[in-house]
C-alpha cells in the first residue's frame, strides 16, 4: 500500500512573478541588472521546499524555472564573432523577464495602493451619533504582519535542513494521520504563556515527514484565522511565534 500524501493547495500564493519579487526584495537585488545564476539558485530552493510539503504546486512555477534555467544556459553560452559590416544588437536574455517584473510590479503597488483606500472608506461613516459603551469591551483585531508565504516557506527549507533523516526506511508501511485540528490545539497549548513567543522549528519536534507537513499547515490555518503571528526582526532571522490571545492578556 502506497502511504496517502497531504496533497495541499494554498490560497497564499500569488505566482511565479511575486515569489521572483519576494526574492528580489530580500536580497536586495538590482531589477535592471538581475543575477540569474543566484536568483535560480534561490527560487529553485524554493520549489523544492513546495515539494517536500508536497504542496500542489501550480504549472506556472515549473514554467518559470525552466526560464530561468533557460536565460541561465543563454548567459553562460559564448558570445559568437558576428561576421557582418553592420553592428547587430543582441538583446539581453534578461530583458523580457525585467520587463514583466517591473510591470507585475507597477499592478501589485497600484493594488496595495487601492486596498489602503478601501480600508480609509471602510472608516468612513455617515449615521448619526451612536452610544458605543457596550462594545468597550470587545476583542481588539489582532492586526497581521507582513510575514509572507514565502517567509514561511524559507523557514520550512530551515526545518528540513534541521532533520536529517537518518531514521531506517521502514519495511512496512504505517499510515499514521494526524487531524489539523487536533495538531492546531497542539500548537496553541504550547504557546500557551510563553510571553516572548516560541522559535518557529520548536513547534516541529518530530522527524516525521507527515508530522512535520500537517504542523506547517496547522500554523498557517491559526494565522489565517489570526490566532497565531509571526515576527521577523530582520531578513533571514529565525521567525518567532506568537499567540495572539497572549498578547491580548499582556494589554
Known sequence: MQHQAYQVKLDSFEGPLDLLLHLINQYEIDIYDIPVSQITEQYMAYIHTMQQLELNVASEYLVMAATLLAIKSQLLLP??????????YEEDPRDELMRRL??????????SHLQEKERD???IYTRP?????ELVGKKKEVVRGDISIYDMLAAMSKIFDRKKWTRPLETKI?????PIRQRMDEVLLH??????GVPFHQLFPYESRSHIVVTFIAILELMKIHEIYCVQENNFDELIVFSSTQEEGME
Request: proline residues 3%; without cysteine; negative net charge.
Open 129 to 133: 451619533p451612536k452610544d458605543f459603551d
Open 121 to 123: 472608506a471602510n472608516q
Open 191 to 196: 504557546l500557551k504563556g510563553k510571553n516572548y
Open 102 to 111: 517591473i510591470e507585475y510590479r507597477k499592478f501589485k503597488e497600484a493594488a
Open 79 to 88: 558570445n559568437q564573432e558576428i561576421e557582418a559590416e553592420e553592428e547587430v
Open 174 to 178: 504505517q499510515r499514521s494521520e494526524i
